[in-house]
């Protein structure tokens, strides 16, 4: 046992790989060991009091294999994953939920993106969940939206080659010489220049504003602007959120963001780039479920 405790510290910080080298064994050995222990801690997990939660995807190689990973919102801790990405997927969540104590009843905040058939399968399966569009996919497609608008000036003015990420980057994050760069594109192409105070504009709304009634306000009289801007992929954008506007504006109330924390999802990049990719899907599930879930595994002193 104290063997296989140690296999397991090593598996959070070094490629199991890595490890079968050390331990003078075939990697499937290892991962024998490792997916055993982790398939037995996961079978005791608790969801008792799961209430709210969050859904992203993530794949195990650029690409490649696309998982769905549920959080617990209030915990910070991974309570699922599975190799699908289709209303069928949150089936499979509330299914594997029950075994662990769990209700899908309970569930009263769930935070995704706003992909179709998530939506779908919240409907049908978390019935007293609210949904709430995560702020981060909604700011994503206006900055498509914005990209666009950026290609099709850059068609009639050369001068914006080579600057997409000045306009993507908020100013906070430009260099000084990137400072200088859009102030300067701003003055020579004010359709761009407007699309891109309009982003700011909807970013602040987010940034700064912490009450439903006052979001609502604001978010309306925004879509006002947008209507009127003459900009085809930010009234296009608008339309979007007119359409999905109450899961939107539901973050006022729920302030949560789509399924992984900075630090999880954190954790799962460093698990692709230490592994540079799994042939097994389960066998990335588990090192999802080994670093980023709450299990009670055999310790290693």
């Not at 055993?36 to 992203?56: C, P, R, W």
């Not at 910070?76 to 769990?102: C, Q, W």
């Not at 009234?235 to 963001?257: C, E, N, P, Q, W």
Request: aromatic share 10%.
């Amino acid at each position: 046992m104290l063997f296989e405790a140690f296999i397991l510290t090593l598996a959070k910080e070094m490629p199991i790989y890595k490890i079968a080298e050390l331990a003078d064994e075939h990697d499937t050995v290892i991962w024998r060991i490792v997916n055993a222990h982790i398939k037995k801690a996961y079978s005791q997990k608790d969801m008792s009091t799961v209430a709210k939660i969050g859904i992203n995807e993530t794949s195990s190689k650029k690409g490649h294999n696309y998982i769905s990973v549920f959080v617990d919102m209030t915990a910070r801790d991974v309570i699922f994953a599975t190799p699908s990405k289709d209303a069928e997927t949150i089936s499979k969540f509330t299914e594997e939920l029950a075994k662990h104590n769990g209700n899908s009843d309970n569930i009263s905040e769930f935070s995704m993106d706003m992909s179709p058939a998530f939506i779908s399968g919240a409907e049908k399966n978390l019935t007293n969940a609210g949904i709430t569009f995560d702020k981060f996919h909604v700011v994503k497609q206006l900055n498509e939206a914005l990209d666009e608008i950026r290609r099709n000036e850059q068609k009639i003015n050369p001068c914006l080659k080579g600057s997409r990420y000045i306009w993507l980057k908020n100013p906070s994050k430009l260099t000084v010489r990137q400072q200088t760069d859009l102030k300067t594109l701003s003055n020579e192409n004010r359709k761009l220049a407007k699309a891109y105070q309009m982003k700011l504009t909807f970013q602040d709304i987010y940034r700064s504003v912490y009450d439903r009634e006052t979001a609502d306000f604001a978010i309306k009289k925004w879509l006002a602007w947008a209507v009127r801007s003459r900009l085809d992929p930010i009234k296009k954008f608008a339309k979007m959120v007119k359409s999905h506007y109450y899961g939107i504006l539901r973050f006022f109330d729920s302030r949560l963001t789509a399924g992984l924390s900075d630090g999880i999802n954190s954790k799962i990049q460093e698990i692709k780039r230490r592994a540079k990719g799994f042939r097994n899907i389960n066998n990335f599930i588990n090192m999802i479920y080994l670093d980023c879930a709450i299990l009670s595994l055999p310790a290693f002193y």
